[in-house]
């Protein structure tokens, strides 16, 4: 920056993430396709060879697939939005500290490194074995370090800011720092292998890297689930909900629609999402009290969640005609229709009755892709659109490029979500089907193969939204070099070209 | 009493309360309109609105110093 030019915020940092959340969501999402395949047709197991099998079957890159998009693509643009909308709402620009853009700078660039690790490791098939939280010890080490530089990050914006009030995003971001923090620490409870004893007395057990959960049997599962449904709470909606209350405003121009109910949101959401994680558990060892409280929780959990979405949507009152017109409003509407769609669903699969049939069935894997595909990659793909004329000074490529890319990714996740409602009911029902006497109706494999049409489907959907997400990174890459923009241009609706 | 009574009560308490502190939450909201610094709480969605770094702050930081 001129140092003798007038204040400008300072988005390198932010910029820096926007191409990682790029990068690793296509990765993420090809990986993901490539197992949904699988699942399909086996065969692709060895799509590389039988030499290489141990690097392409399902069990070794699920953990991928899940870890590279929840880990890699959502939390790059939560950090990409965080380092533009912190500066913006607090009014601080970064070029006015060295020491906020040194730690924004260490932030990304421990972050990337620890993220190469992360598939290395997994792909050699290093793991603790906890669902989300695979990483071994001195990975869980290097997320701390990454976390805490993220904290001084939003310590150092709010405490340097001109606006003496919290936007509402702000509650949200700072939600999802304190929250995973907690649940990092709690969940990753673990004593290396080589510091141990077995019980015949050897010492230095297996590789140094290797450690085992300092919890056992159901108290293993409780931690793991209250940290497992919490990383979906403080990873897919609090900082996802930061993200639409500042975009879908700026954007359309228009004020939240109440303010008041954006505050009431958030503290019912903080006070009702810490006890739901129980629903993962339901008809396990844990007590039952814990289970029913995770379920009266779960349906809790409709008000505030619902309160938010009715919020966004209702912004859009008397301005509706913004929907047909600008692709980018229609990318935050849906996914706003979609939070509201998964937060109702999720409650359902949360009754004990109904969850008697849904429980490890693919509904659950539909419902999370309807949350993440229609509401965290939509509202994502909204903000880095918006971001992109603003941190190039350029107009987006292509409106109708911005288009297509929505119809494409729309259909993909609505062939996703209704394939898998239709496989995991059928499942359901078929697993529990029994004679007169008891005995089961069907073996596990006639569900699979009654399944095999929706888990193509499902392929197909996913290959879609795939399809949709590189037609966004060649949009945002052609952004970077299509026609300059004033600063007058980017008050509210973002430039578009044809 | 015992354990389990004592957890029940408390539990009903506890409940109790955080229900009644909701909604006298949504009744100051309403009713006050305003927050401590007189600020419509309607106002901070300009924040978000009105962000540009030359932009005036809705509740400037500096006031509190000047004061």
Redesign the interface.
């Known amino acids: 920056m001129n140092k003798n030019g007038?204040?400008?915020?300072d988005y390198s940092v932010s910029k820096l993430f926007i191409m990682n959340a790029l990068f690793v969501g296509a990765i993420g999402m090809l990986v993901g396709v490539i197992i949904a395949w699988q699942m399909a047709y086996p065969g692709l197991n060895t799509f590389l060879g039988d030499g290489l099998a141990e690097y392409t079957n399902f069990s070794r890159l699920r953990p991928l697939h899940t870890d590279s998009v929840i880990y890699g693509f959502v939390l790059s643009a939560v950090w990409a939005t965080w380092y533009y909308v912190g500066?913006?709402?607090l009014?601080?620009?970064m070029a006015e500290s060295k020491t906020l853009m040194l730690i924004g700078k260490l932030h990304f660039w421990i972050y990337f490194v620890s993220a190469s690790l992360i598939v290395t490791s997994l792909l050699l098939g290093w793991t603790t074995s906890k669902e989300y939280a695979e990483f071994e010890w001195p990975i869980d080490l290097a997320i701390t370090v990454i976390w805490l530089l993220w904290g001084a990050s939003i310590a150092g914006l709010v405490g340097f800011?001109?606006?003496?009030?919290l936007?509402?995003?702000i509650w949200y971001y700072i939600a999802t720092f304190l929250a995973i923090a907690m649940l990092h620490l709690f969940n990753n409870m673990e004593i290396p292998t080589i510091l141990a004893t077995s019980p015949a007395g050897e010492t230095m057990v297996g590789a140094w890297w290797h450690s085992v959960s300092m919890y056992a049997g159901t108290n293993d599962a409780l931690v793991q689930w209250w940290f497992g449904h919490n990383a979906v709470a403080f990873v897919f909606t609090t900082p996802i909900i930061a993200m639409i209350?500042?975009f879908l405003?700026?954007e359309s121009?228009q004020?939240?629609y109440?303010?008041?109910l954006s505050?009431?949101s958030f503290?019912?959401l903080m006070?009702v999402y810490l006890w739901a994680g129980g629903h993962h558990l339901l008809y396990s060892t844990v007590p039952d009290w814990m289970q029913t409280m995770g379920s009266v929780f779960s349906i809790v959990l409709i008000l505030p969640s619902w309160g938010s979405a009715i919020n966004m949507l209702l912004t859009m009152k008397g301005e509706w005609q913004q929907v047909a017109s600008s692709p980018l409003i229609k990318f935050m509407v849906l996914g706003s229709t979609f939070y509201m769609f998964s937060t109702l669903e999720g409650p359902i699969q949360a009754i004990k009755s109904v969850n008697a049939i849904a429980h490890f069935t693919d509904w659950i894997v539909g419902h999370v892709h309807d949350g993440v595909l229609g509401w965290v990659g939509f509202i994502v793909i909204a903000a880095i659109y918006h971001m992109s004329p603003r941190i190039f000074r350029r107009e987006i490529y292509s409106r109708s490029l911005m288009n297509t890319q929505f119809w494409i990714q729309t259909l993909g996740v609505v062939l996703y979500f209704t394939s898998m409602w239709i496989a995991g009911i059928t499942q359901g029902m078929m697993w529990r089907a029994h004679d007169e006497f008891g005995n089961l109706a069907y073996s596990f494999i006639d569900t699979v193969t009654v399944l095999h049409p929706y888990y193509t489907i499902r392929a197909v959907g996913g290959t879609l939204y795939l399809i949709g997400f590189l037609m966004f990174i060649y949009n945002i890459y052609k952004t970077t070099s299509a026609r300059r923009v004033e600063e007058d241009e980017l008050q509210n609706a973002s430039p578009m070209g044809a | 009493m015992d354990i389990a009574q004592l957890q029940a009560y408390g539990y009903f308490i506890m409940t109790a309360g955080l229900a009644i502190g909701l909604y006298a939450y949504i009744y100051h909201l309403y009713s006050k309109r305003k927050d401590a610094d007189g600020v419509d709480y309607e106002n901070y969605s300009n924040m978000a609105l009105r962000d540009d770094v030359t932009d005036t702050p809705v509740n400037d930081a500096s006031s509190d110093k000047k004061k």
């Open positions: 007038p204040l400008e915020y500066q913006r709402v009014k601080v620009s800011r001109r606006e003496k009030s936007y509402i995003s209350y500042y405003p700026k121009g004020a939240i109440s303010y008041k505050l009431l503290w019912g006070f």
